[in-house]
Nanobody
Framework: QVQLAESGGGLVQPGGSLRLSCTAS????????IGWFRQAPGQEREGVSC????????HYVDSVKGRFTMSRDNVKNTVYLSMNNLKPEDTAVYYC?????????????????WGKGSLVTVSS
């Protein structure tokens, strides 16, 4: 049974930082495409960052470039999303997702496996 478990969300002031974690079971993250997505209230889901073995690089949506960084720890089978200089418009439920083949920050590709999400609220 594949499970993805996010943690690290919470309330943070504008300009602050958070680091989200996603730990996988039943799946080796090193062998799949992995990424982060988010959904704000009343809005559609959007891609945030993706790593795919198809090109071997990490891609970010324009709105988070220079502020968010995705990384991984293969020993812990965990991926992270470090978020800096957070803005109110970053408020959303953040999901990690994995796929056997592809991760696309356009959000148009349906990933195979999803976590339950972690809420990030950016407010003063």
């Amino acid at each position: 049974q594949v499970q993805l478990a996010e943690s690290g969300g919470g309330l943070v002031q504008p300009g602050g930082s958070l680091r989200l974690s996603c730990t996988a079971s039943g799946l080796i993250l090193e062998n799949v495409a992995i990424g982060w997505f988010r959904q704000a209230p009343g809005q559609e889901r959007e891609g945030v960052s993706c790593f795919s073995s198809n090109d071997g690089t990490t891609h970010y949506v324009d709105s988070v470039k220079g502020r968010f960084t995705m990384s991984r720890d293969n020993v812990k089978n965990t991926v992270y999303l470090s978020m800096n200089n957070l803005k109110p418009e970053d408020t959303a439920v953040y999901y990690c997702a994995a796929d056997d083949n592809i991760c696309d920050v356009t959000g148009l590709y349906e990933m195979d496996y999803w976590g339950k999400g972690s809420l990030v609220t950016v407010s003063s």
